[in-house]
Nanobody, 126 residues
Framework: QVQLMESGGGSVQTGGSLRLSCAAL????????MAWFRQSPGKGREGVAA????????YYADSVKGRFAISQDNAKTTVYLQMNSLKPEDTAMYYC???????????????????WGQGTQVTVSS
């Protein structure tokens, strides 16, 4: 059974950094893509970053470009989201997601992801 387990959330001040981890039980090789989404109260779910496992192609939301970086370990068991220069507007619950079928053009659409982690809270104070 597929399980995604996130960790690494927490509270930081503006300008700080956090690294989120998403451990995929069974590894990431069975997935076509993995991604990070976030959702804050009163807002819809937002695709933050996606990584296509085989090709290595990476996508970012405009709001995080240049500040966040998605990567996977060499063993392909864990996907990371390094978040730098954090802003209060980055405050949200962050979710890891994975799918066996992915579209490059719709990487940010959560509906194409079959598997989700439980979420980890990121809070950025000003």
């Amino acid at each position: 059974q597929v399980q995604l387990m996130e960790s690494g959330g927490g509270s930081v001040q503006t300008g700080g950094s956090l690294r989120l981890s998403c451990a995929a039980l069974g590894g990431t090789s069975s997935f076509a893509c993995m991604a990070w989404f976030r959702q804050s109260p009163g807002k819809g779910r937002e695709g933050v970053a996606a990584l296509f496992v085989s090709s290595g192609r990476i996508y970012y939301a405009d709001s995080v470009k240049g500040r966040f970086a998605i990567s996977q370990d060499n063993a392909k068991t864990t996907v990371y989201l390094q978040m730098n220069s954090l802003k209060p507007e980055d405050t949200a619950m962050y979710y890891c997601a994975a799918s066996t079928i992915c579209s490059y053009s719709n990487w940010y659409d959560g509906r194409q992801f079959d598997y989700w982690g439980q979420g980890t809270q990121v809070t950025v104070s000003s």
